[in-house]
């Protein structure tokens, strides 16, 4: 199956500074990216859906001047966590949906995830 | 607003055993999908079911799909121990893509 991967794979960093996440999908473009947060012991939450060469769409709740998105690339898509503070703590997943020649939307393929502490 | 709400959220079983996960949803969607979370990993993809009566089986796992009663089943045949883990379903909210999870179920199969 297609591959996607991100990096770092954990980060530790101080309150009040920012922090980038990269989700690259490897054999495959991907024109639509997701990217969920995962709390300890709880499900997966749909922050936002990053659209190459277009804005990304947030939901409800989810603070766009805070989670900055941005999808440069079929292959491409950033989190950078700006001003973080220690709650925004968590286990960060981007995910990429692949298509069929029609255009339909096929799998979607889950990035290893990045966890991110903030001191 | 879709909801998804899966039943039980915590399952302890034996060696052996067999056991169903359900997962019902609030509005008409046109995929569901199971996915696999070990402790401190990202999901596994499990399951794509595309349409009523979908059913597929995949080891002692098999999943199926009515789309009438807004409910997929995942059931574990002679659970091993090896099958603990968070098992999620999702549901597309549209063909577009977007995921929304069930709380997640944590099997703990026990010798």
């Known amino acids: 199956g297609a591959v996607v991967s991100q990096h770092p794979s954990w980060v530790i960093c101080k309150s009040g500074t920012s922090v980038k996440i990269e989700c690259r999908s490897l054999d495959f473009q991907a024109t639509t990216m997701f990217w969920y947060r995962q709390f300890p012991k709880q499900s997966l939450m749909l922050m936002a859906t990053?659209?190459?060469?277009?804005?990304?769409?947030?939901e409800q709740g989810v603070e766009k001047d805070k989670f900055l998105i941005n999808h440069a690339s079929l292959t491409l898509s950033t989190l950078t966590v700006t001003s973080a503070h220690p709650e925004d703590s968590s286990f960060y997943i981007c995910s990429a949906r692949d298509r069929d020649l029609t255009g339909r939307f096929l799998e979607q393929y889950f990035g290893p995830g990045t966890r991110l502490t903030v001191t | 607003e879709l909801k998804v709400e899966q039943n039980p959220l915590f399952l302890s079983m034996q060696e052996g055993k067999n056991y169903t996960i359900y997962c019902n949803y609030s509005t008409t969607s046109d995929r569901l999908y199971w996915y696999r979370q070990d402790p401190g990993k990202s999901l596994e993809s499990l399951f794509v079911?595309?349409?009523?009566?979908a059913v597929k089986q995949e080891g002692r796992l098999m999943a199926s799909l009515d789309t009438k009663a807004r409910l997929s089943t995942l059931h574990i045949t002679a659970a091993v121990h090896d099958l603990s883990a968070t098992y999620f379903c999702a549901v597309a909210r549209t063909s577009y893509g977007k995921l929304t999870f069930g709380q997640g179920t944590i099997l703990t199969v026990h010798p």
């Open positions: 990053s659209n190459e060469g277009s804005k990304a769409t947030y």
């Open positions: 079911l595309l349409s009523n009566g």
